[in-house]
Nanobody
Framework: QVQLVESGGGLVQAGGSLRLSCAAS????????MGWYRQAPGKQRELVAS???????NYADSVKGRFTISRDNAPNTVYLQMNSLKPEDTAVYYC???????????WGQGTQITVSS
């Protein structure tokens, strides 16, 4: 069974930086993409950034130019470098792995990011 473990969350002042990492373990035949989602209080979960196995990236408009996603394929690990953080970035961030088989999504437990003003 696939497990995703996030690390790097915490409290930071506005304008600061944090780096999240997510390590995947378990057997996976193939992976379409890995990425990060976030859910703020009172809001739905939204895509922050994703990266395919071929390196194609996608970012939410709100984080373009500030966040950078990257990955290692062996072992499967995804990173999110977050710069120029804003209070609006405060949320629980979830690591996501999309398996090629049935495009099934695996999720991490989530890590809290709090940006103070």
């Amino acid at each position: 069974q696939v497990q995703l473990v996030e690390s790097g969350g915490g409290l930071v002042q506005a304008g600061g930086s944090l780096r999240l990492s997510c390590a995947a373990s378990g057997t996976i035949f193939s992976i379409n993409a890995m990425g990060w989602y976030r859910q703020a209080p009172g809001k739905q979960r939204e895509l922050v950034a994703s990266i395919t196995t071929s390196g194609v990236t996608n970012y939410a408009d709100s984080v373009k130019g500030r966040f950078t996603i990257s990955r290692d394929n062996a072992p499967n690990t995804v990173y999110l470098q977050m710069n120029s953080l804003k209070p609006e970035d405060t949320a629980v961030y979830y690591c996501n792995l999309r398996a090629a088989l049935r495009r099934y999504d695996y999720w991490g437990q989530g890590t809290q990011i709090t940006v103070s003003s």
